[in-house]
């Protein structure tokens, strides 16, 4: 059973950080590209945000966080990570991990306020 659990989100200031975990299980993750999305609102559609091919041989982002996110992964762990620095107020959302299933997490919320 495919399973993704995403943590690592909070409360934050503009300007502050925040590294997001996802564990994923149910399938060989190391021959897996890995991505993170993100949901702005309930019932909004999840935009990409960044993903690793396998090995990392390929790393690619969405144009809003290039430069401040970065995407990396473990695969001894079966988890993708997601260092964001720099966050503002329009990175709020809550955030996901997948590989192309159809099946996602619960996600986690970053909230990033004055």
């Known amino acids: 059973q495919v399973q993704f659990v995403e943590t690592g989100g909070g409360s934050v200031r503009p300007g502050g950080s925040l590294r997001l975990s996802c564990v994923a299980s149910?399938?060989?993750?190391?021959?897996?590209?890995l991505s993170w999305y993100r949901q702005v609102l309930p019932g909004k559609e999840r935009e990409f945000v960044a993903?690793?091919?396998?090995?990392?041989?390929?790393?690619n982002y969405a144009d809003f966080v290039r430069g401040r996110f970065t995407i990396s992964r473990d695969d001894a762990k079966n988890t993708v990570y997601l260092q964001m620095n720099n966050l503002q107020p329009e990175d709020t959302a809550v955030y996901y991990c997948?590989?192309?299933?159809?099946?996602w997490g619960r996600g986690t919320q970053v909230t990033v306020s004055a």
């Open positions: 997948n590989a192309g299933f159809q099946h």
């Open positions: 149910g399938f060989t993750v190391a021959d897996a590209g």
């Open positions: 993903t690793a091919t396998v090995g990392s041989h390929r790393i």
